[in-house]
């Protein structure tokens, strides 16, 4: 079993950053790829991001580069660094892994979700 708890949402104006955090807990590998879908009041979740056990990521088109994901395998966290923010990046995001390994981008390729953290940007 799994358990994944992200942190770091909070509310900020439009063009601050924010660093999402998700720490993963229970079974031990490094073969999984991990990834953060965000999802905003009235809409489908959306694909934000993924990255594989390699350390090879994918992005969604509205990324644009003002997003970067990361792992850090020994502490067993994956972070999400938004900068320039906009009122419509305003959702709840969630962070995902998948057994997989490589890289995801379909909500239906994740084993495990975590409970989300939510981010509001004002403008």
Do not use: H
Not at 59 to 85: C, P
Request: net charge positive; proline share 2%; glycine share 12%.
């Amino acid at each position: 079993q799994v358990q994944l708890v992200e942190s770091g949402g909070g509310l900020v104006q439009a063009g601050d950053s924010l660093r999402l955090s998700c720490a993963k807990s229970g079974r031990s590998s490094d073969n999984y790829a991990m990834g953060w879908f965000r999802q905003a009041p009235g809409k489908e979740r959306e694909f934000v991001a993924t990255i594989s056990g390699g350390g090879s990521t994918y992005y969604g088109e509205f990324v644009k580069d003002r997003f970067t994901i990361s792992r850090d395998n020994a502490k067993n966290t994956v972070y999400l660094q938004m900068n320039s923010l906009k009122p419509e990046d305003t959702a709840v995001y969630y962070c995902a892994l998948s057994w997989r390994g490589s890289l995801a981008q379909r909500a239906d390729m994740y084993n495990y979700w975590g409970q989300g953290t939510q981010v509001t940007v004002s403008s």
